[in-house]
């Protein structure tokens, strides 16, 4: 072959070659440069709505007492029958007919009969698990025996599976006892977390706490966790859940110092709101320390830090007459149950704040006496109301609505009793407002910016002294958007 040839041959090889590069370097570029085909296909959604299910509540059942046997020390038996008052319905058509009352059932304690036992009140299932009726219950017992006496209210609560119980406490003299009740159909494991003024407390016996369906089981914090003057008790569930109460008891010498049901107070969260704490005049220049210098019956707030850090708590005090308030700071220790003394206020009621970084629990201890006895009482925090709401007034002294707005803006609220006529009731940004309500009747307050007021119902009379909170109510079941790809 000639030289010429082969580089004619050559040159096509290579021109070839070019060609083909070019051409795959065309294809790539128009890849790039050119949109792809896509498809896109909507899930496909529905809506699943909820069926609706019966409301519940749960009163705790009447005072009781340890058994003096040192055999049965553990058991404790009802010492009367507490007077229970319970409604349902819309706002300004409550009415206890459509109330269902069942007793629970006390396994570890065959000293109680019927009458003596707690109560589960339910309402059926109206077919909207949006629009359930209101429901409310109330419970108060007085008390006058050689080792208690004093007066005791606490609303009817509803079941949850997470509760904080401020209150108690386990040194000589003193007796708490914790009642787990269990409205639900499931049994439920309760884990008890108990701190106290050094910290967090090693108490064997605390967790896997089987409280049967339909029941009422009763623990005594001594038998977990002795000698603690501040006390406070994380309670939590699995399966079933249970409404949690502490009965604290006191015996000063041969003499009972009084006696207070306590239900649990509000979630830890870096604001909490005491509506209604009241200092009586008998209190001021008379409190009591035992053997630790610990004054066990002075007015105070009990509060724990639950942050992972030291935090600066900011009490601000108001009175509810309107008059000067006061402010104070501390700083509290994390996991350490504290007690910020209040031997400075005056006679009257008063709305208690307290502000932090860290999330906090609180409540606030006050004592009520007389010439020849004295009763204490814990003043629980609460949380704000909601749009609508429903409580309970139980027989006792001198009841009293408490409601303190918490929020920077006004709030117009109506308050219709069972029976007579609403009430318009108005509270600036910060204000707070106090008015008598009937004994045995039930209320439900409406307003449509309800989300800072705070409210508490609160009992006073000789050697009686008594509260328990207005919380809103359990979130209702929402419609559920499920998707299927």
């Known amino acids: 072959m000639s030289a010429s040839r082969r580089w004619a041959l050559a040159g096509a090889r290579v021109m070839t070659g070019l060609v083909g590069i070019a051409a795959f370097g065309a294809t790539v570029a128009a890849a790039t440069l050119l949109p792809l085909p896509s498809h896109h296909a909507e899930p496909v959604q529905s809506t699943v709505t909820p069926v609706a299910t019966q409301q519940q509540r749960v009163c705790a059942g009447p005072l009781l007492a340890l058994a003096a046997d040192a055999s049965a020390a553990s058991t404790a038996s009802s010492i009367g029958v507490a007077s229970a008052v319970y409604a349902a319905g819309s706002a300004g058509a409550l009415s206890a007919d459509e109330v269902t009352v069942s007793p629970m059932d006390v396994p570890d304690n065959a000293a109680r009969d019927v009458a003596g036992t707690p109560l589960a009140l339910s309402v059926p299932a109206q077919g909207d698990a949006l629009e359930e009726p209101l429901l409310a219950g109330a419970q108060s017992q007085g008390a006058a025996t050689e080792t208690l006496t004093g007066f005791a209210a606490a609303s009817c609560a509803e079941a949850a599976s997470d509760g904080w119980l401020v209150a108690g406490s386990t040194a000589i003299g003193q007796t708490s006892?914790?009642?787990?009740?269990?409205?639900?159909?499931?049994?439920?494991?309760?884990?008890?977390?108990?701190?106290?003024?050094?910290?967090?407390?090693?108490?064997?016996?605390?967790?896997?706490?089987?409280?049967?369906?339909?029941?009422?089981?009763?623990?005594?914090?001594?038998?977990?966790?002795?000698?603690?003057?501040?006390?406070?008790?994380?309670?939590?569930?699995?399966?079933?859940?249970?409404?949690?109460?502490?009965?604290?008891?006191?015996?000063?010498?041969?003499?009972?110092?009084?006696?207070?049901?306590?239900?649990?107070?509000?979630?830890?969260?870096?604001?909490?709101?005491?509506?209604?704490?009241?200092?009586?005049?008998?209190?001021?220049?008379?409190?009591?320390?035992?053997?630790?210098?610990?004054?066990?019956?002075?007015?105070?707030?009990?509060?724990?830090?639950?942050?992972?850090?030291?935090?600066?708590?900011?009490?601000?005090?108001?009175?509810?007459?309107?008059?000067?308030?006061?402010?104070?700071?501390?700083?509290?220790?994390?996991?350490?149950?504290?007690?910020?003394?209040?031997?400075?206020?005056?006679?009257?009621?008063?709305?208690?704040?307290?502000?932090?970084?860290?999330?906090?629990?609180?409540?606030?201890?006050?004592?009520?006496?007389?010439?020849?006895?004295?009763?204490?009482?814990?003043?629980?925090?609460?949380?704000?109301?909601?749009?609508?709401?429903?409580?309970?007034?139980?027989?006792?002294?001198?009841?009293?609505?408490?409601?303190?707005?918490?929020?920077?803006?006004?709030?117009?609220?109506?308050?219709?009793?069972?029976?007579?006529?609403?009430?318009?009731?108005?509270?600036?940004?910060?204000?707070?407002?106090?008015?008598?309500?009937?004994?045995?009747?039930?209320?439900?307050?409406?307003?449509?910016?309800?989300?800072?007021?705070?409210?508490?119902?609160?009992?006073?009379?000789s050697a009686e002294l008594a509260s328990y909170s207005v919380n809103p109510l359990g979130p209702l079941a929402q419609p559920i958007g499920v998707y299927v790809r």
């Open 177 to 461: 006892l914790l009642l787990l009740s269990n409205p639900t159909e499931v049994v439920a494991t309760v884990e008890l977390t108990v701190y106290g003024e050094s910290g967090l407390v090693d108490a064997p016996g605390a967790s896997g706490i089987l409280v049967q369906p339909g029941s009422q089981r009763v623990v005594s914090l001594a038998g977990l966790a002795p000698n603690l003057n501040s006390p406070v008790i994380h309670v939590a569930t699995r399966g079933g859940q249970v409404v949690a109460s502490l009965q604290q008891s006191v015996i000063r010498g041969l003499a009972p110092g009084g006696i207070d049901l306590v239900g649990t107070t509000t979630a830890p969260d870096v604001e909490q709101v005491i509506p209604g704490f009241i200092v009586p005049a008998t209190l001021i220049d008379d409190t009591h320390s035992n053997d630790s210098g610990f004054h066990d019956d002075a007015a105070a707030v009990r509060v724990l830090n639950l942050g992972d850090v030291a935090t600066e708590v900011e009490l601000s005090v108001t009175a509810d007459d309107g008059g000067n308030g006061s402010s104070t700071r501390v700083t509290l220790e994390p996991g350490v149950a504290s007690e910020i003394p209040l031997d400075e206020l005056a006679a009257g009621s008063y709305t208690l704040r307290l502000n932090s970084q860290e999330p906090i629990v609180a409540a606030a201890r006050s004592t009520e006496k007389s010439a020849t006895s004295e009763d204490f009482a814990w003043f629980q925090a609460s949380g704000p109301l909601g749009e609508q709401s429903a409580f309970s007034v139980a027989d006792g002294p001198a009841p009293t609505l408490h409601l303190a707005n918490a929020s920077g803006t006004e709030q117009s609220l109506t308050l219709y009793p069972q029976d007579g006529a609403p009430a318009l009731l108005t509270l600036p940004a910060g204000s707070m407002l106090t008015r008598p309500v009937a004994a045995g009747a039930s209320y439900t307050l409406v307003g449509d910016g309800l989300g800072g007021a705070h409210a508490s119902i609160s009992y006073q009379g």
